[in-house]
């Protein structure tokens, strides 16, 4: 039973304390009582949407497959031969009369959600995992028409698909808003499909931006607490004036369900992508032509940085445009095209959504100087994967000397350690025999037949003067060594190595 108290059985000093409480409470302006609140209805918004979002039904058919469990015999069974031919022949897909008894196709259906933002043309927006290999795809509409959709294009990377049906009569579209001024703690109401249910509206605020969840390349998501599952693929993410800053696309749940995680991809980089699959069917995304990697704070104290920042080249492709611009291994971007580059994920997208043929201006960090760079992008293919193969020579008979510096063994790269190794003959450097266990460079994966090819971005071939590199580096007070390291494939990558436990 629920306790009612009366104001006169508080104490004087109760009172005066609860008094204070309302005055503060008073004091807040109306303005913000009614953020705190939130919107008192969002009815009319709904309305005037719900007819743009489609639910969005697609067939797809599978060889579906029966699989007959063999049970256990004791060993040396008479029946052993017989059962085996029977199951065998079952499994195969092969009945009694000799047909296809053990399997047949079947039809597979799935639902997920979409919006119009072309009416006249009939374009639609959905995920690119809702359509996947289907064969048949029919948008259902909330007045309860259908009508059959093709695939415009599709990008995987971005998980976008953008549909057309041939509509009768002009539909209702909605407009893409700027997810680049929509903040955390704005509300935002998504419409879709969730289990099938059509329809469906939740509301909720923006919990964070630009995150990355690792689906992607180009990962930067709008992260939502508005009730987001499974269905809901592909749906609008839409602000309080009624734009969509956001594609539904995926949620975190251990049950299938909501627990008030889902993430959207924002408008600013769905658009770019859906007006080249529109004109060309595919996306035409700007190429750099450099591998990078991440500058953590260990890398950043090694370069001298002030704080980690920026993408470390580890390596430039030779017909790229960067190495047309002279990047080298061991530049940090810092800025492209006017921007900064805060850390190493958001050059992709940056270059990614850049056009094909532009000049832009590159900043990099060049031992410890801004370089400025003009680069004309190139455009994006598929890598080929071929590597180099190493070159045969002949051992050689004499021992090899060896250097122990930062917990490795090192001795300077010739036929014997080469071929030793299996390293390829582009690889120049001072190459690893050994790592001393428990060093820091055991920690960070150096391992035997490495070649390092710089330390501190200088350029190394003798294990002496890798040491006199870290000798260097200890008299200036660096903490730790970065060292260029080349696999005997010649794939590049830079690793920081504490030098604060050199003898």
Partial sequence: MARIF????????????????????????????????????????????????????????????????????????????????????????????????????????????????????????????????ADEITANFNDG????????????????????????????????????????GDWVMAIGNPFGLGGTVTVGIVSARKRDINAGPYDNFIQTDAAINRGNSGGPLFDMNGKVIGINTAIISPSGGSIGIGFAIPSNTATAVIAQLREFGETRRGWLGVRIQEVTDEIAESLGMDKAMGALVAGVSDDGPAAAAKIQPGDVVVEFDGKPVPAMRDLPRMVADTAIGKEVDVVVLRKGERVTLKVTLGRLEEADASGAAGEENKPAEEEQKTSEVLGMKLATLDDTLREKYQINAEVKGVVVTEVVAGSSAEEKRIQAGDTIKEVAQEPVTTPEEAAAQVEKLKKDGRKSALLLLANPNGELRFIPVRIDEEK
Avoid: C, W, Y
């Fill in 6 to 133: 009366k104001a006169q059985h508080f104490s004087r000093g109760a009172r005066m304390a609860a008094a204070a409480m309302l005055t503060a409470f008073v004091a807040v302006s109306p303005a913000h009582v009614a953020l705190a609140q939130g919107p008192a209805s969002v009815a009319d918004l709904a309305e005037g949407l719900a007819d743009a979002v489609v639910n969005i039904s697609t067939e797809q058919t599978v060889q579906a497959r029966r699989t007959i469990p063999m049970p256990k015999l004791p060993e040396g069974s008479p029946f052993q031969e017989f059962f085996d031919e029977f199951f065998n022949r079952q499994n195969n897909g092969e009945g009694d009369d000799g047909g296809e008894g053990g399997s047949s196709p079947r039809r597979v259906q799935s639902l997920g959600s979409g919006f119009v933002i072309d009416g006249t043309e009939g374009i639609i927006i959905t995920n690119n995992h809702v359509i996947e290999d």
């Fill in 145 to 184: 028409s259908k009508l059959k959709a093709e695939v415009i294009g599709v990008d995987e990377k971005t998980d976008i698909a953008v549909l057309k049906v041939t509509p009768v009569k002009p539909l209702k579209a909605v407009e893409f808003g700027d997810s680049e001024v929509i903040r955390v």
